[in-house]
Nanobody, 118 residues
Framework: VDLVESGGGSVQAGGSLRLSCEASITTYCMGWFRQAPGKEREWVAVIRSDGRTNYGDSVKGRFTISPDHAKNTVTLQMNGLKPEDTAMYYC????????????????WGQGIQVTVSS
């Protein structure tokens, strides 16, 4: 599965950004990871094809993942951004959601930078 990310950029703390990820084919489970310099990669949000979602504790209540089935796209709406949200964000997908939760999905996007200034 090819994944192409778009969106991202720079914003001040408290602002919002939206990331999009277009998949070449429909997959059961898609999500977003992020990795900041010097830190381990962490999963941010996951969505199943039936619409069920899961969020990492650090983004709950601020980020929303949603699908656009017609376009094989998922978006990550990020509100209330904090400087600690600064990271490279990666889209990922797999037939099995557990592969995303354990950090080993089959497909990865190229990554897109999100920078939040204080």
């Amino acid at each position: 599965v090819d994944l192409v990310e778009s969106g991202g950029g720079s914003v001040q703390a408290g602002g919002s950004l939206r990331l999009s990820c277009e998949a070449s084919i429909t997959t059961y489970c898609m999500g977003w990871f992020r990795q900041a310099p010097g830190k381990e990669r962490e999963w941010v949000a996951v969505i199943r094809s039936d619409g069920r979602t899961n969020y990492g504790d650090s983004v709950k209540g601020r980020f929303t993942i949603s699908p656009d089935h017609a376009k094989n796209t998922v978006t990550l709406q990020m509100n209330g951004l904090k400087p600690e949200d600064t990271a490279m964000y990666y889209c990922a997908s797999d037939l099995f959601c557990r592969k995303l939760w354990d950090g080993s999905p089959t497909s990865w996007g190229q990554g897109i930078q999100v920078t939040v200034s204080s």
